[in-house]
């Protein structure tokens, strides 16, 4: 099992940038696939992107494909989620997650450890 803990959420205006960082305490954190997702208020949690543990093929939502960029440092136990181009529709709470496989996936029912979540807002 592990703690994730997010960060960097906050306040920006319409095409700006942010970058959320998730910092993963516990298991040995190379063997976790790690997602991002995001809830707006009276909406579902919906997937934004993954990453499977080596950091590679990555999977984003088409909502932020081209926008968001999702990484991931090992050695530093940290994954990252970078969007550019913020819309007002990206405002919402976003969460990390962890889930103990080498794949990844896209449905949030497969993953077992979930942080706090961050507020990201998007203001014109």
């Known amino acids: 099992q592990v703690q994730l803990v997010e960060s960097g959420g906050g306040s920006v205006q319409v095409g700006g940038s942010m970058r959320l960082s998730c910092s993963i305490v516990?298991?040995?954190?190379?063997?976790?696939?790690m997602g991002w997702f995001r809830q707006a208020p009276g909406k579902e949690r919906e997937f934004v992107a993954t990453i499977t543990w080596t950091g590679s093929s990555p999977i984003y939502a088409d909502s932020v494909k081209g926008r968001f960029t999702i990484s991931r440092d090992n050695a530093k136990r940290m994954a990252y989620l970078q969007m550019n181009s913020l819309k007002s529709e990206d405002t919402a709470v976003y969460y990390c997650?962890?889930?103990?496989?080498?794949?990844?996936?896209?449905?949030?029912?497969?993953?077992?450890?979930w942080g706090q979540g961050t507020q990201v807002t998007v203001s014109s």
């Open positions: 997650a962890s889930r103990r496989k080498l794949v990844h996936t896209i449905s949030p029912y497969d993953y077992e450890s």
């Open positions: 516990g298991d040995s954190f190379n063997s976790y696939a």
